[in-house]
């Protein structure tokens, strides 16, 4: 099953190279997991997945550890729902602070004395 990644032998620039472009980007955290690639077709149950790993950069020196993980995500997000449910809380928080203050500030104006 094709993943829609590209090689490191890809014809494209670098700038349009997105899981080059995902592995390069700084983690924020020490522990962190980075997409690389992702399957468009639904998989189905018993379906098999093989996958051919190669160790080209040593972590052992560092303590550093390699997993593969596979995962599903929503529309959400990935593995966690709580950073896109905040999201969408605080905008909403703020959708409504904007209302109320516009609704006050129409209702009852600011006057202005010099």
């Known amino acids: 099953m094709p993943l829609n990644s590209l090689t490191c032998f890809s014809t494209e620039q670098l700038s349009e190279q997105e899981d080059l472009i995902v592995w390069m980007r ?17 998989l189905k149950v018993n379906d098999t997945i093989t996958v051919h790993l190669e160790n080209n950069y040593n972590t052992y020196s560092f303590g550093g550890k390699k997993k593969l993980v596979l995962s599903t995500t929503t529309w959400l997000g990935g593995k966690n729902d709580f950073l896109g449910l905040a999201y969408l809380t605080v905008g909403g928080l703020c959708f409504f602070l904007a209302f109320a203050f516009t609704l006050l500030y129409l209702i009852k104006p600011r006057l202005v004395t010099f």
């Open 26 to 42: 700084t983690a924020a955290l020490p522990t962190f997991r980075k997409l690389y690639g992702r399957i468009y077709v639904d």
